[in-house]
């Protein structure tokens, strides 16, 4: 552990606390209903960090991704689209399995094998173009929603967007539990993780360029908008929903390469 981990850990526990909402008054049962379900007790420190993420979106995210879809034909960037879920596979598969859903774990493995042989390495979804085996998104913070863990209070990141304790440890085991991560060392191993993390930003940013767009020009508190946007699509995810959810959701359980357009 590094000497100053401590000191970190002891600066963002401080942050946080001296962020924490103000609990409403027990008498006015309409506010406590809404501070209970909101689950957003760091809400100021959330919200400055929101304010944070708006600023590195303005000036880089936004920009990249709008470039992005300006110079790369659409049929480019669904074929990169494609490649990124295809390369998801394993972490699909896995939580497939924990989940114990058999079928969907078959559908899994069959759009793998079909779309990296007749597709190309997974440029082209034949599985889905010619066989009707639409993709899905499975992640191990759905996993530990099924197994019963609790989301936990709300929290903002930059960069990553909405997400909850359970989510963010989800997003880890993700990163533990992906082949790539543990496959051979040097130049070119690297140059291919850093690529594919560099796509994977600019694809999803570039897929909620329009439902993002939409929250700023017509909610009066994109905030809390994306607040609940995320929550919902999170709670259709776990239930095997498909994308019946707002698309406006980004964040680190959704849209990280998985082969799936949100619905705009």
Do not use: K
Request: proline share 8%.
């Amino acid at each position: 552990m590094p000497p100053n981990a401590p000191l970190l850990a002891l600066a963002l526990a401080v942050a946080l606390l001296a962020g924490c909402a103000t609990r409403p008054d027990p008498a006015d049962p309409d506010a406590v209903a809404e501070f209970e379900q909101n689950n957003d007790p760091a809400e100021p420190f959330n919200r400055t960090m929101y304010d944070v993420h708006q600023g590195i979106d303005r000036v880089v995210l936004r920009p990249v991704a709008s470039a992005y879809r300006g110079v790369v034909p659409q049929p480019v960037r669904t074929g990169i689209r494609n490649v990124l879920g295809n390369l998801r596979t394993p972490v699909i598969l896995a939580n497939d399995m924990l989940q114990g859903e058999p079928r969907r774990a078959g559908d899994t493995l069959g759009r793998f094998v079909v779309n990296t042989t007749l597709g190309v390495a997974g440029i082209f979804d034949v599985a889905s173009s010619l066989f009707g085996v639409r993709g899905h998104t499975e992640d191990y913070g759905q996993t530990l929603a099924r197994w019963g863990v609790g989301e936990g209070p709300y929290l903002f990141i930059p960069v990553l967007g909405p997400s909850n304790p359970r989510d963010l440890t989800g997003f880890g085991l993700g990163i533990a539990g992906d082949p790539l991560t543990w496959v051979g060392q040097g130049v070119a191993v690297d140059v291919l993780t850093g690529v594919r993390g560099g796509m994977t930003v600019v694809d999803t940013r570039e897929s909620l360029l329009d439902a993002l767009d939409d929250v700023e020009r017509t909610s009066l508190d994109p905030y809390a908008t994306l607040r609940s946007a995320y929550r919902q699509r999170r709670a259709a995810e776990i239930r095997n929903a498909g994308q019946a959810a707002p698309a406006a959701a980004g964040g680190t359980g959704f849209g990280v390469g998985t082969g799936v357009t949100p619905e705009r």
